[in-house]
């Protein structure tokens, strides 16, 4: 069924539905769904399971700098300074402590606290009064102010058991009794000389007055602790909390003074593992069940089939095959590749250790194919000028400018003066004829933003004025020719959403050798593997996406029926590979019109029945722009031959083929740059008349 049958037999088939939609649509906005399952709710007792992790049992340690106050009563006459005026009672010192934080519900703690502490302080009482300095024989009348400082020196060892409230993150309160042994209770006390500062009559009035134990010390004091602290974490398990504290004495370390104390501190955390248990809760829920509705899914169906031109399906394909003679015209490669970073030659390349040795290799090489002859490119060089005494060439070393070889001027010439050593060396080629020379970059680079543009910018370029240098290599074989030449396949495919997208291909033994997109009839010839080994089938393959998503795919085999035919005297084929073309470029360039002048020159000796000029990509790029960059190509070429004959008195054949098969038949393997190289080629196909 043809593309327009199947649109008016679905048209038909849907009319009435559209007219349905119409009528819904002028009532509301449009809306087109596919049935979704529906969905009942039922009632259901859910067991739930929460792990819970515990807070974590925490050791900590830390420090506070400490200022205490002192309010002064009536002293003991030890301490005693004779007056009455109490000025001050302050002093300052650090203290350690050591705790334990155990959390016992959320957002709470306990933690018992060891800490060793000083409620040092200097209480000072001023003296105020007249005295008569009678020195140098006169008397004269001074204000007197003496500060007497009691020091009292007193250690500390106290436990603190303290409840904790984390109220809001990161703040914690903390408060509870504290509870203190107080030990190396001493005293010192001096007499300080304000006004005047200088000795009186007799008197000096700076100096100790008494020391020793303080009197009447109590060796036990019970305080109240408050404090606020923000903790910060340092790392997974250990974190920081600075903190103040206010520390109310209930009780007081002697009789005749009182005390409060202000703490500024920090104490470092270190968490245990937190224990876990499962936590177990049941709840009533409406769980949804869905009623599954089958999803309506529009038809598609695909399949593929070999016919003959007529489009009559054929189940085996009937061929006659027959031995030519072929000529090829293999291009000259004149680069070599090299790894990244090395200017050592790679090991595909041909090279052998003595003039004689790669003598004997040279000569009659056989049909090694075009990759295994571009190998020996060092060796058909070699040969080549110990054949031309006076030809000269130029070795370029280049770099690929990226990574470890950008700026790298030193490796493109070693590169290139490790191709001139094995010419000098294996093919006795004196050195005088060979001159080397180094750039960052070749003139025509790939690009160098892609991996495989800087593999083929990696290289050394081997040029010379005398163009016969690197004119094609001819090498005779026996192949192939199967008539009729073509096989067409016909895709079929019947979409109710339409297609999106199609491919289909031809493989032998599980190798792809052909890809084709759409569904209009391919023709396709067989591969000479084919034919020269006798295979009796070649797979084929469909795989069609329609407009939803929908995939389907098709599968096929054709059978091969060869029948092999001798002839009184063989056909004659000549195969001519045009090469060298830029990344992504179409233009010819001189060399490539040698080659045409060499294809035009074959006109004059024989009769060309027919001609074939066919474009090829490499693999990288999109399929449509490598499609029609083959095709200019092969139309470039076929301008250029056509000039030729021209100048020679001769014209086109008028059976002439010129197409581009762009990247959908793969030449030679594309992992290595010369396989791109020589996949970016123009094949011309002249087959001489018997």
């Known amino acids: 069924m043809t593309d327009n049958l199947l649109r008016a037999h679905h048209l038909q088939k849907y009319a009435g539905y559209i007219v349905l939609l119409f009528l819904f649509s002028s009532s509301q906005a449009y809306a087109l769904s596919l049935p979704k399952d529906s969905l009942i709710y039922k009632d259901t007792l859910t067991r739930i399971e929460h792990i819970r992790t515990k807070e974590p049992v925490r050791f900590g340690i830390g420090g506070s700098y400490g200022i205490n106050y002192y309010q002064d009563g009536a002293l003991p006459a030890l301490l005693s300074p004779g007056c009455d005026t109490f000025k001050s009672g302050k002093g300052n010192g650090l203290n350690l402590l050591a705790r334990i934080d155990f959390p016992f519900a959320e957002a709470f703690s306990f933690s018992p606290v060891l800490s060793y502490e000083n409620f040092d302080a200097d209480h000072t009482w001023g003296e105020f009064g007249k005295a008569n300095d009678t020195t140098g024989g006169t008397s004269k009348i001074h204000q007197v102010e003496i500060d007497h400082v009691i020091s009292a020196f007193t250690k500390v060892i106290g436990v603190k058991a303290l409840i904790g409230w984390k109220f809001f993150k990161p703040f914690t309160i903390e408060a509870g009794p504290a509870l203190y042994y107080l030990f190396d209770q001493n005293f010192t006390k001096t007499a300080h000389a304000i006004t005047p500062g200088l000795l009186l009559h007799g008197d000096l009035r700076d100096s100790v007055e008494a020391s020793g134990a303080l009197p009447n010390a109590r060796n036990l004091m019970i305080a109240f602790s408050v404090s606020l602290s923000a903790e910060f974490p340092l790392s997974k398990k250990l974190s920081a909390s600075p903190n103040i504290e206010v520390l109310i004495p209930l009780t007081q370390t002697t009789n005749y003074w009182t005390q409060q104390s202000l703490r500024f501190g920090i104490t470092f955390r270190y968490d245990l593992d937190g224990q876990q248990d499962t936590v177990i809760e049941y709840r009533q829920e409406k769980i949804p069940v869905r009623i599954p509705i089958p999803e309506y899914k529009p038809k598609l169906t695909a399949s593929i089939e070999a016919v003959d031109p007529q489009g009559k399906e054929q189940k085996v394909v009937r061929l006659e095959v027959e031995e030519v003679r072929v000529h090829y015209a293999y291009p000259m490669l004149n680069y070599i590749f090299f790894d990244e970073g090395s200017a050592a030659i790679p090991a595909r390349y041909n090279r052998y250790s003595s003039l004689s040795d790669a003598q004997k290799v040279i000569g009659p090489m056989g049909p090694i194919g075009l990759i295994g002859l571009y190998h020996q490119t060092l060796n058909i060089l070699g040969d080549r000028l110990r054949k031309s005494s006076i030809t000269h060439i130029t070795v370029t070393g280049f770099t690929s400018d990226v990574g470890s070889e950008s700026g790298n001027i030193i490796l493109a010439k070693n590169r290139a003066e490790n191709i001139k050593d094995y010419l000098v060396k294996v093919w006795q080629i004196d050195p005088k004829r060979i001159r080397t020379a180094a750039r960052l970059l070749p003139e025509k680079p790939s690009p160098s933003d892609i991996p495989e543009g800087q593999e083929e910018n990696r290289r050394v370029e081997i040029t010379s004025s005398d163009d016969a240098l690197t004119d094609p290599l001819i090498v005779t074989k026996t192949e192939h020719i199967a008539n009729p030449p073509t096989i067409f396949l016909q895709p079929h495919v019947y979409s109710e959403a339409g297609m999106a997208n199609y491919h289909s291909s031809i493989s ?183």
Do not use: C, M
């Not at 009796?536 to 029926?561: C, M, P, R, Y």
């Not at 830029?582 to 074959?602: I, M, Q, Y």
């Not at 793969?666 to 290595?672: G, R, T």
């Open 508 to 690: 032998l033994g599980g190798k792809e050798l052909v890809r084709f997109n759409g569904t209009e009839q391919k023709p396709w010839s067989v591969p000479e593997e084919a034919l020269s080994s006798g295979i009796d089938s070649l797979d084929i393959f469909l795989e069609v996406t329609d407009s939803t998503g929908n995939t389907t795919s098709a599968k096929n085999s054709i059978k091969l029926q060869q029948r092999h035919i001798e002839r009184e005297k063989q056909q004659e084929l000549e195969k001519f590979s045009l090469i060298l073309f830029g990344f992504d470029e179409s233009e010819l360039g001189a060399k490539n019109e040698r080659t045409l002048g060499f294809v035009a020159e074959s006109f004059t000796k024989k009769n060309p029945q027919k001609l074939s000029i066919v474009g090829y990509t490499d693999e990288l790029g999109e399929e449509t722009h490598n499609d029609e960059l083959s095709h200019r190509r092969a139309s470039e070429a076929s301008k250029e031959l056509e000039r030729a004959l021209e100048s020679r008195g001769l014209k086109l054949p008028d059976n002439t083929l010129i197409d581009g098969k762009g990247s959908r038949e793969k030449l030679y393997d594309n992992a290595l740059p010369e396989g791109r190289f020589f996949s970016r080629t123009v094949n011309i196909t002249v087959e001489h008349s018997r």
